[in-house]
């Protein structure tokens, strides 16, 4: 069957809106409780030849989480980044699926937040849990990808979501937490093409 230029076009259109109806159906009631969390910018660099991530996420905790957190319990926080080739198909194509890994906790004794990169064993210390969750929240020049892995020929999508990890939760508090809005934090997808 051949297809005229309407066509085609008519048909990517069609494709793109079903695309969209599709991730809401998935995504949207995961969204609708969590709020909480909001990537407020994001974008990528190649230095030295490798692309690098830098973005501004908002962490605004519920109150039973920060009542949890001042109680005792580490919370940990994961980064998802996908990197996505842009193909005229019905999917994307997945090139790269990363994850960045953050623990906060609290010492009463000393009165100190700590936050810990769980992928790099590097950890700082805060007076306060707002300066903590915008340290935490600053994300600067993160290695992502090789630049020559990727086709210079190619469109590719950078996608990052953050969220609090429920399964690194204690296993009373796990219970509580996957039946409680207050704890499901997460943001929606933040998209844009890397360059």
């Keep these: 069957m051949i297809m005229t230029v309407g066509q085609v076009s008519l048909w ?20 609708a409780d969590a709020s909480e969390f909001r990537v407020l910018s994001a974008n990528t660099e190649v230095v030295d030849g490798v692309y690098r991530l830098n973005a501004v996420i908002d962490y605004d905790l519920t109150e039973p989480v920060r009542e949890a957190l001042l109680n005792g319990i580490a919370l940990v ?5 996908e ?10 194509g997945d ?25 790099t064993d590097l950890q700082q210390t805060f007076p306060d849990l707002d300066s903590a969750l915008r340290h935490q929240g600053h994300v600067h020049e993160l290695p992502l990808i090789d630049a020559a892995l990727l086709d210079p020929k190619q469109t590719y999508i950078v996608g990052l979501r953050a969220q609090l990890a429920l399964d690194e939760l204690p296993l009373p508090m796990k219970i509580r937490a996957y039946t ?5 934090l997460a943001s929606a ?7």
């Design 12 to 31: 990517h259109g069609f494709k793109c809106v079903t695309s969209l109806l599709l991730y809401v159906a998935l995504y949207w009631p995961a969204q």
């Design 77 to 81: 926080f994961h980064l998802r980044i």
């Design 83 to 92: 990197i996505l080739r842009d193909r005229s198909w019905w999917w994307d």
């Design 95 to 119: 090139v790269a699926d990363l994850n960045e890994s953050f623990r906060l906790s609290y010492h009463a004794l000393s009165q100190q937040f700590v936050v810990k990169d769980l992928n």
């Design 180 to 184: 409680s809005s207050d704890w499901r």
């Design 189 to 195: 997808w933040y998209m844009w093409e890397l360059s």
